[in-house]
């Protein structure tokens, strides 16, 4: 069983700052990437930032600049750092892993239950 939890969202003004963790725990050998999407109301969910285990990463064409993602591998944790934040940021934000639960076993997703991030105009 892997459980992937997500925290830190809530109310932030325009401009400010917001950081998401997100941790993973359970049965896992290893993780291959972990990623951040979010899902606005009457939206497709979307890819906001993704990291693999070595540290590549990937962002949305809507954050790059101002959202950093980064990783913790010995907790098995991924990070959301949010600057310069904008009304149309306002989404669920849901955390995503890519676990390996054995060493003869391919990876498979889990997902979080969803933070949601509200910005104020």
């Known amino acids: 069983q892997v459980h992937v939890v997500e925290s830190g969202g809530g109310l932030v003004q325009a401009g400010g700052p917001l950081r998401l963790p997100c941790a993973a725990s359970g049965s896992i050998f290893s993780i291959n990437s972990m990623g951040w999407y979010r899902q606005a109301p009457g939206k497709p969910r979307e890819l906001v930032a993704a990291i693999t285990s070595g540290g590549s990463t990937n962002y949305a064409e809507s954050v790059k600049g101002r959202f950093t993602i980064s990783r913790d591998n010995a907790k098995n944790t991924v990070y959301l750092r949010m600057n310069s934040l904008k009304p149309e940021d306002t989404a669920v934000y849901y955390c995503?892993?890519?676990?390996?639960?054995?060493?003869?076993?391919?990876?498979?997703?889990?997902w979080g239950q969803g933070t949601q991030v509200t910005v104020s105009s």
């Open positions: 995503n892993a890519d676990v390996v639960q054995s060493w003869f076993e391919s990876g498979r997703y889990y």
